[in-house]
Each structure stands twice: as structure tokens, then as C-alpha cells.
């Protein structure tokens, strides 16, 4: 075991549950055996989630675009485990583009999303991202 979390478990058996000073020990200490102690899920490789090869022909055959507010539901091990679409607004205000949007970055998401996981002390645990993209006919 670890010399750092070895010394860390016996000042907390010498101080009573809640106490202040065990509590401030334990942080130290974590703080110093990790990488990062709390923070939100950190997306990895973002730039290749989406590429002008994923817009949907019907859509640029037509010059549609769209912009789609989501949310990527993140496990402990930095995978999607579901996206939930918040907003999607489609160029031609039509609900049947707008779902063509939503499902292809819902899909797209679930197969490339990746992330470094959240993390409470030192431990992964499961989060959410917010995001958007920007579906945008490109100009010659």
C-alpha cells in the first residue's frame, strides 16, 4: 500500500469521525497521490467527434444546416452512456430536419465521444457535458 495513504488511514483512526483536521489531512493527501482531485468530465479528441464526411446528404444536398445543443451522459470510464438532445435548430424551422440532426449527433456522439472521467476525490464517477455543434452548409 501506498506510504502517503497508509500514514493517511491512521491520523484518520486517531481522530473521531467529522473532525476538521482528519478531514484537511485526507484532502492533502489526495490531493497528492493524484492527478486531479474534483473536476468535471474533460473531453479527449473533440475535434474528430464530428467531420463534413457525418452531414447528412439530404441536408446538403438542400444547403440545410442546423445547430444542436446535447448532452453526453458520461460513465466512469469516459464513455457516453447516453446523449440527450436539448435543442436542435434546423435552417428551415422543418421538425423533419430537425430530428435528422438530432439522431445523427446523438448517434455520432455515442460512437466517438470520449472523455477524460469526472472526478470526486480522486475516484471517477459519472457525470454529464454539455455541448453543441454547428451543422453548416461549407461556402465555396
Not at 93 to 109: E, G, M, Q, W
Amino acid at each position: 500500500m501506498n506510504r502517503a495513504i497508509t500514514a493517511t488511514l491512521a491520523v484518520l483512526m486517531a481522530f473521531p469521525a467529522g473532525n476538521a483536521v482528519a478531514q484537511d489531512v485526507f484532502a492533502g493527501t489526495l490531493a497528492a497521490t493524484c492527478a486531479r482531485v474534483t473536476g468535471p468530465p474533460l473531453p479527449k479528441g473533440q475535434a474528430f467527434w464530428f467531420t463534413m464526411d457525418d452531414y447528412p446528404s439530404a441536408a446538403l444536398r438542400k444547403e440545410i444546416g442546423a445547430v444542436v445543443k446535447y448532452r453526453v451522459f458520461v460513465g466512469t470510464n469516459g464513455r457516453p452512456t447516453r446523449v440527450r438532445i436539448l435543442k436542435t435548430t434546423p435552417t428551415d424551422n422543418l421538425a423533419a430536419s430537425a430530428r435528422l440532426f438530432a439522431d445523427v449527433t446523438s448517434k455520432l456522439l455515442l460512437r466517438r465521444a470520449n472523455f477524460q472521467p469526472a472526478v470526486r476525490r480522486c475516484i471517477p464517477v459519472t457525470s454529464r457535458y454539455d455541448g453543441s455543434i454547428t451543422w453548416a452548409v461549407p461556402v465555396d
